[in-house]
């Protein structure tokens, strides 16, 4: 059982997958490692395929019993009855979704590099905020979030903060003294063997 002070595992589904096989690959996943939500963070915006996709992984979600978000899509938390939203515009959202979905639900934020956008997603309401990416440009503008980041937040404010984007085993054993969180999608998804990957990474969290 982790330490209550180790970070925790976030995971984000691949951008495309396929319905037929993916709820196995994604339950392989969730019996190496545990999970403390899941998001879905699919390239469509076509209600119908992010309906059935949602539906799939909320099967397995529930058999873990681990909380499903939502990337961006407020109206589809809602009716999908989803466990929240992840927000990928910073703090501009966070509080019309906090008020449509109500004190119970997760209302994520993510927030780039800036300091000052996560703060100003807090006090609207976040749950949590996400800084990154750490490495590559997947995320954003470019621009990486660095250790420094991370140290402030976890100094000086109380809300949890997770670390996205471009995880290797060198970053996730220097941020885990300063992050509440690791997110990780692509990086085991791309790999040949998505749970061996995933060790590699919580590995260096121990």
């Not at 997110?183 to 040949?192: L, R, V």
């Not at 063997?193 to 990474?201: C, I, M």
Request: glycine letters at 8%; hydrophobic letters at 45%; charged letters at 25%.
């Amino acid at each position: 059982m982790a330490e209550a002070d180790q970070p925790q595992l976030y995971l984000v589904t691949p951008p495309e997958f396929d319905l037929s096989s993916f709820p196995d690959q994604l339950a392989s996943v969730l019996e190496a490692e545990e999970f403390a939500c899941i998001r879905l963070s699919l390239a469509t915006r076509d209600e119908d395929r992010l309906q059935r996709a949602a539906d799939a992984v909320r099967e397995v979600a529930h058999r873990f019993d681990i909380a499903l978000v939502i990337d961006t899509h407020v109206v589809l938390a809602q009716r999908l009855g989803l466990d929240g939203v992840h927000l990928t515009d910073g703090s501009r959202s966070v509080r019309a979704a906090r008020k449509e979905l109500g004190a119970d639900a997760i209302v994520g934020a993510f927030c780039g590099s800036s300091r000052h956008d996560g703060m100003n997603a807090g006090e609207a309401g976040a749950d949590y905020v996400s800084f990154g990416p750490l490495s590559g440009t997947a995320l954003g503008d470019g621009t990486l979030a660095d250790f420094e980041v991370f140290e402030w937040w976890s100094q000086m404010i109380e809300l949890p903060v997770v670390a996205e984007g471009g995880l290797t085993p060198e970053l996730v054993a220097k941020l885990a003294p300063v992050t509440d969180f690791f997110s990780i999608g692509e990086e085991i998804w791309n790999a040949e063997d998505p749970v061996a990957a995933l060790r590699e990474l919580t590995a260096a969290i121990r």
